[in-house]
């Protein structure tokens, strides 16, 4: 998924559970908050710690610091090596990973059912009692500010951060998840713990899980694996950010330009969710969206070019993207200009909207069948 909107996501499925699937909350003394969905047809269960640590969280010079402690906590805990962690989830058959958003930490792992308590044992010590050893944070730094160049290379990802600060200004929201050269360098072991120490508290996290887990079971475990962390934790942040729109460019000798336009979306929270998902679809989901035919189609003048729906908590973006010769670009800013100002005069067909609305249901309905997708809906909401 492309960086610029890892926190976007479909609008979560409205029915009621099948039959023999339930759905739970549990709230910690501590106030952590726990999410269960049983389905008892598999023999998966897959959990997930979201941690309300993202990159608008920080102050601008630590940008970066959540991705640095998202790779740190896999290098070792108290009582576990890297080593270590690598053999416990390969003794299980299981699959364990993390990555960082602009609004979220998040670490996951999916095991079969019967492995649930290790799986919770496991994250638990990632999570609550990581090691944070001085050597691995210079090792991760090296690493991660070779992932920044590598992600420097990458024009389609470069451009969709230069419209997020365009759109956002200073505010957490406008920079880059990864963070930047100097600020990632400047990241010391002190500054570290301290920002776990004031992220990783019990308000400020939740834990999903979904899959052939009974309701109690499932509590229980959290309870005993998760009950020891801090209490506390920060959830407000404020006021929003301020839609600012403005323009950003950036030179560099390659063979495409690699344009993005954003428009101010909606949030999360918002009812018109929904609609701005359908929005997105109609303007470039597909194959048989407006900006593909127009753009690449009829005219042959992009193979890349789509829409995308970023609502985040408090604000949204809408995005149009398309990477384009040169000579063409100005033609293709033409064509997006006129297929945004149809649809807002109400130009879009009943058929356009059924199938913006056939895409939307059918990435609902596929993502059920898998676990992890489901544990992720719920840890998302």
Not at 185 to 199: C, F, K, L, M, N
Request: aromatic share 6%; charged share 25%; proline share 4%.
């Amino acid at each position: 998924m492309n960086r610029r909107c890892r926190d976007r996501s479909r609008p979560a499925a409205a029915e009621s559970p099948a039959d023999g699937e339930t759905w739970a909350f549990d709230l910690l003394p501590g106030g952590l908050r726990v999410v269960l969905e049983t389905i008892p047809h598999v023999r998966s269960v897959s959990v997930g710690v979201w941690v309300r640590a993202g990159s608008r969280h920080e102050p601008r010079e630590l940008g970066g610091v959540s991705h640095v402690l998202e790779h740190l906590l896999f290098k070792g805990t108290l009582r576990r090596s890297a080593r270590r962690i690598a053999e416990d989830v390969d003794s299980i058959g299981g699959l364990l990973n993390g990555y960082t958003s602009k609004e979220y930490t998040c670490y996951y792992v999916k095991v079969l059912d019967i492995h649930l308590e290790k799986a919770l044992d496991l994250l638990s010590d990632l999570v609550l009692h990581p090691r944070l050893d001085p050597d691995d944070l210079a090792k991760e730094k090296r690493v991660i500010l070779e992932e920044i160049k590598m992600y420097e290379d990458s024009p389609d990802e470069v451009v969709g951060d230069l419209l997020a600060e365009a759109v956002w200004g200073d505010d957490g929201l406008g920079r880059p998840v990864i963070g930047n050269e100097e600020a990632v360098s400047g990241i010391t072991p002190e500054v570290v713990r301290a920002y776990h120490a004031e992220r990783y508290r019990q308000k400020a996290v939740v834990v999903a899980l979904a899959g052939n887990v009974e309701v109690e079971e499932g509590f229980r475990l959290v309870r005993r694996y998760f009950g020891p962390m801090p209490e506390g934790g920060r959830l407000s942040r404020g006021r929003g950010p301020t839609f600012t729109g403005g323009y950003r460019r950036a030179t560099k000798s390659i063979e495409q330009t690699h344009v993005c336009l954003g428009f101010r979306g909606v949030s999360m929270a918002d009812p018109a969710v929904y609609d701005f998902h359908l929005l997105a679809g109609v303007l470039g989901g597909g194959s048989s969206s407006r900006l593909f035919q127009a753009v690449r189609e009829e005219r042959g003048l992009a193979y890349s070019v789509y829409a995308y729906a970023c609502p985040f908590s408090d604000t949204g973006l809408l995005g149009l993207y398309a990477g384009v010769s040169p000579g063409n670009l100005l033609e293709v800013l033409s064509l997006m200009g006129r297929e945004v100002r149809e649809i807002a005069s109400g130009a879009a067909t009943p058929e356009e909207l059924q199938r913006a609305k056939d895409q939307v249901k059918a990435a609902m309905l596929l993502g059920l069948e898998n676990t992890a997708n489901r544990m992720s809906r719920l840890g998302r909401s």
